[in-house]
């Protein structure tokens, strides 16, 4: 005997029901090959600031750019709110891959993000004033990020269980206003380029960081991929980067690290600074929590009587804190490249393979009529003898590949008639 005419008519529906499911089921989710966010430069604190969206509902958090930070770490004392908020067990995988030796037994007076029993710690460091939580508590929650195709911002995807630390608010004390945290970029399992390398199969363990000089137009930043980097009009960077090894520092430049951490920061190796050609001596490492380029003294001192000798001509004035060496601008002409000064050569591996820092790069504007030479006396015994500040990077593409350590670096982008600032935030999705 036939079905009822209903019967078939559920039947059908469940099976077909049961095929759009399955067709559903098959189709691959889409897999970005490179994520970006905007970078903004503060120009009251010279910081260069990031912003994600975090948390179960996402929530906008301004962050400062660390590029050698250990990990994302976050404000969870005022207003973290969200239902998706984990934090990582003692003895958890995570725990493990952030090397925390340190475990809240108890939490009191309640639960909440960034109080949790049985929960392992980190201690989170604002770098820029050299401040640190031991209090930090490890945990994972949504973040959702743009992909891009190098070209054009793409598609929004999601991590749902993207590793974080909760830090306290005091850690916001001297970073730029409406700031909640800093976005580590650092060289480790739990940095920000890792998680999203591990996160997302197609998104390669490198990323790309692009200054813009001025306040008023966003840089960028990309993970993943390595290139194409297209800057407006239609300007391809990645096949002319020059390329240096990333040199491992095993003892940690944190202020506060647990026993035999390597430094996260990013090291190369500087053999010689010329000036003009001139050389003079020169571990060195880059930087976006210092705003200029910060010398141990007698390197400061052979750069600025070198330069100093090389622009004899031009009219000095008294120095403006903290720079030393500062010249009435009148006497200095203009290129495409920015003040006529002496170009300075960071002389990398070889002779032949050389950072180039011109005018743009070198000369800081501290007040009308007055150029100062933008580098600074950091003392007798630094940590570091060289730190690349942001002013020497900006408007130049720098490509950080962690899989053969190795950094990628365009120059200044003014050569080529372009900027940090040109690349397109239209998006085409």
Not at 310 to 328: K, M
Request: include cysteine.
């Amino acid at each position: 005997m036939a079905p009822p005419a209903n019967n078939l008519l559920i039947s059908c529906i469940l099976f077909c029901c049961l095929i759009a499911v399955s067709e559903a089921e098959a189709q691959p989710s889409f897999r970005p090959k490179a994520l970006i966010l905007p970078v903004t430069k503060d120009p009251s604190t010279l910081q260069y600031l990031t912003q994600i969206n975090q948390r179960t509902p996402l929530v906008p958090v301004k962050l400062a750019l660390d590029l050698g930070g250990q990990y994302l770490w976050v404000d969870c004392e005022q207003g973290y709110v969200s239902s998706s908020y984990k934090p990582a067990p003692c003895g958890s995988a995570q725990c493990s891959l952030a090397n925390s030796k340190s475990c809240t037994i108890a939490c009191l007076p309640s639960p909440r993000p960034g109080c949790n029993n049985n929960t392992c710690g980190l201690m989170p460091e604002n770098t820029v004033v050299t401040r640190t939580s031991p209090s930090g508590q490890f945990g994972q929650d949504v973040v959702s990020i743009q992909s891009t195709d190098g070209s054009n911002p793409g598609k929004i995807v999601k991590v749902p269980n993207f590793l974080f630390t909760c830090g306290a608010t005091f850690l916001l004390d001297g970073l730029a206003k409406g700031v909640k945290g800093m976005a580590g970029l650092g060289r480790n399992k739990i940095s920000m380029p890792s998680r999203f390398s591990a996160a997302f199969s197609n998104v390669a363990k490198n990323f790309a960081l692009c200054l813009s000089s001025s306040p008023n137009n966003n840089g960028v930043l990309i993970f993943g991929d390595d290139g194409p980097y297209v800057m407006l009009p239609n300007v391809e960077i990645s096949k002319s980067l020059i390329y240096t090894p990333l040199i491992i520092n095993k003892v940690s430049t944190a202020s506060a690290a647990f026993a035999g951490e390597p430094s996260s920061d990013y090291f190369i190796g500087v053999n010689s600074i010329k000036i003009n050609n001139k050389e003079g001596l020169g571990g060195t490492k880059i930087s976006t929590v210092q705003p200029y380029t910060v010398l141990e003294t007698s390197i400061h001192k052979a750069v600025v009587t070198t330069f100093a000798k090389e622009l004899s001509g031009v009219p000095r004035v008294a120095g403006v804190g903290p720079f030393e060496l500062c010249y009435n601008s009148v006497g200095i002409g203009s290129t495409r490249v920015g003040p006529a000064v002496p170009q300075i050569d960071l002389v990398l591996q070889s002779s032949n393979v050389y950072w180039r820092i011109f005018g743009a790069n070198s000369m800081v504007q501290v007040k009308s009529g007055v150029l100062c030479l933008g580098f600074v006396d950091g003392g007798v015994n630094p940590r570091t003898a060289i730190v690349i500040g942001g002013h020497q990077v900006e408007d130049n593409l720098l490509q950080f590949d962690l899989a053969a350590s190795r950094l990628g670096f365009s120059s200044s982008l003014l050569s080529r008639q372009t900027t940090c600032s040109n690349f397109n935030f239209t998006s085409t999705a």
